[in-house]
């Protein structure tokens, strides 16, 4: 079943070196998200060790241009690839948003994953509490 939907076209202008790491960074994320979520949380973890964690404007300047690259990561399923090739990006910078999948808190039941910094959603256009997290990894996440 398709549900139809809005495509959402960031207006980023990407130089060739930053595209080239977007497009690593999602061919990475698109390897690791078909991993269970336990595994993809020990790698992030790992990855965020000795990374400071990513401010606000940083990780949506990552997520912008992930989703220049991939229209994959730009759709409602594209969430966990996009969520995790935000984070390797914002890593190749030296910086580590705190990556979380979580459920919607409201009916009906709905996962989703996402990336936060300076404790607010990135790019993500529900209110807080929206979301319950289940599973995180960055900075500052027990490890």
């Known amino acids: 079943m398709t549900a139809p939907m809005a495509v959402d076209v960031p207006e980023v202008a990407l130089r060739a070196p930053d595209r080239a790491r977007a497009l690593l960074a999602v061919g990475g994320a698109r390897l690791l998200a078909t991993q269970p979520p336990a595994r993809i949380r020990r790698v992030l973890t790992r990855l965020a060790a000795d990374a400071r964690p990513a401010d606000y404007a940083t990780a949506l300047e990552a997520r912008r241009a992930v989703m220049a690259v991939s229209l994959a990561c730009r759709g409602a399923r594209g969430c966990v690839p996009r969520s995790i090739a ?31 910094a300076d404790g607010v959603m990135v790019g993500e256009s529900v209110p807080p509490g929206y979301l319950r997290p289940l599973v995180s990894a960055g900075p500052g996440c027990a490890r």
């Open 86 to 116: 935000t984070a390797l990006l914002c890593r190749c910078g030296g910086s580590m948003p705190t990556w979380y999948v979580g459920v919607r808190t409201l009916a009906p039941f709905a996962a989703h994953a996402w990336v936060e």
